[in-house]
């Protein structure tokens, strides 16, 4: 029962925006209870008779009331409440004079409840209001003590206010973490899905010339697309195996990822693998080298996955077709633009991980992308804003 009501008055706070431990909760009621039962058997101790005993019942039970509407009620109570029945049940207890009274600890109690879990613009009004009770209580002859208890009301909701700000605080600093690790865990499945699409793209695509090279005979060549088959597939699951240590470890900021550099490693793996690529990268005028270009990593890795996917698109969905990719620098943007034919009754399906992965490279970079299928063809746009260029005098072109 008491675990039940535990749980029950933490949804409640949970509904509020704050997220307490139970035992901070249980701590706060049992301090009220206590300061209720305190001013109670007060009274009791001096003699109660007759009424009196309804008088001090009804006080007590007022000054609780808002516990119990909270185990009870299923949806969030006005939190104002709290502080409109410690006033009314303080008053109760005052129809009974007592030399050391300690009711007045209900509204110090009370009040540092709200400052926990309201904004101190909407607490002021509680505090103020029980600082007016404790002054009434004083010209009544009911406190002896006005300015400690006004202190130690204050003082509380000072102390909880700050409490409250510090837990929405960390509930911030869990939100950002939250966020952090979903974005990394989405940089980490796009880097999967383009290794994996790379990868059984070449792979795929060396079984099919090993068939044909041996229902043509040829068995030198069958052999050399099955050893190239191979070793994409070991290389695949050594990068698979790496990406996947992201998940369980921090990533190394200065680890390897593959950049300009690697494009005609990766252009000549789709030859060798039997897609024609007619490949150019430019500075807008002439050929140029590709360890020649001045970009950020980030940068260079976009474009190798941009290019890595939609090679391994086209060698899915028109294995054998020719295709044109064309990387031009210059000192504003890096322009990609890949196009390959496509079969006639083939339809892009809605949400492909593959272009959409690529269009959040762009986009993370302030780029744009668009895929879109005109007269037949298949072509990829995308800008990336580029660093200024070194010029170069070797090319990588294919006549």
């Not at 300015?147 to 204050?154: E, G, K, N, Q, Y």
């Not at 986009?363 to 072509?379: F, I, S, V, Y």
Request: aromatic letters at 4%; glycine letters at 8%.
């Amino acid at each position: 029962m008491l675990m039940s009501y535990a749980h029950r008055h933490r949804d409640h706070v949970r509904r509020m925006g704050f997220d307490y431990p139970v035992g901070y909760l249980m701590l706060a009621d049992g301090a009220l209870i206590a300061a209720t039962a305190a001013a109670a058997g007060e009274r009791i101790y001096l003699g109660l008779h007759g009424v009196q005993w309804l008088v001090v019942a009804l006080a007590a039970a007022t000054a609780v009331a808002p516990l119990l509407i909270s185990c009870i009620k299923t949806t969030r109570p006005w939190p104002h409440t709290l502080m409109v029945l410690s006033l009314v049940s303080v008053g109760i207890f005052w129809t009974l004079p007592s030399r050391q009274d300690l009711a007045p600890l209900i509204l110090v109690v009370a009040g540092s409840m709200l400052a926990a879990i309201l904004p101190p613009r909407r607490v002021v009004l509680d505090l103020l209001a029980a600082t007016v009770m404790v002054e009434i209580g004083w010209a009544l002859d009911r406190v002896q003590q006005d300015v400690l208890l006004v202190t130690m009301i204050w003082f509380a909701g000072v102390v909880c206010a700050l409490l409250r700000a510090q837990v929405l605080l960390l509930q911030k600093e869990r939100q950002a973490r939250a966020s952090e690790a979903t974005l990394d865990r989405a940089a980490i499945a796009r880097e999967v899905h383009d290794v994996v699409a790379h990868s059984l793209s070449i792979v795929l695509l060396n079984v099919t010339g090993a068939r044909r090279a041996l229902q043509d005979g040829d068995t030198e060549d069958a052999l050399a697309a099955l050893t190239d088959a191979e070793q994409q597939g070991r290389g695949a699951m050594s990068d698979i195996r790496r990406t996947i240590d992201l998940l369980r470890t921090d990533p190394d900021p200065g680890s390897p990822q593959p950049g300009l550099a690697d494009l005609p490693a990766l252009i000549d793996t789709f030859r060798k693998a039997g897609t024609p690529i007619h490949f150019s990268f430019t500075d807008g005028e002439s050929d140029i080298d590709c360890t020649t270009a001045d970009l950020t990593q980030a940068t260079e890795l976009a474009i190798y996955r941009i290019v890595q996917e939609s090679l391994s698109n086209a060698a899915r969905h028109a294995s054998g077709a020719p295709v044109e990719a064309t990387v031009q620098l210059t000192s504003a943007t890096t322009r990609i633009v890949m196009r390959n034919p496509i079969s006639p009754g083939w339809h892009r399906s809605p949400g492909g991980l593959g272009v959409n992965g690529m269009r959040a490279r762009a986009e993370h970079l302030g780029g744009t992308l668009d895929a879109t299928a005109t007269d037949g063809g298949w072509t990829v746009r995308a800008e990336l804003p580029s660093a200024t260029l070194e010029r170069a005098t070797m090319g990588l072109a294919d006549d």
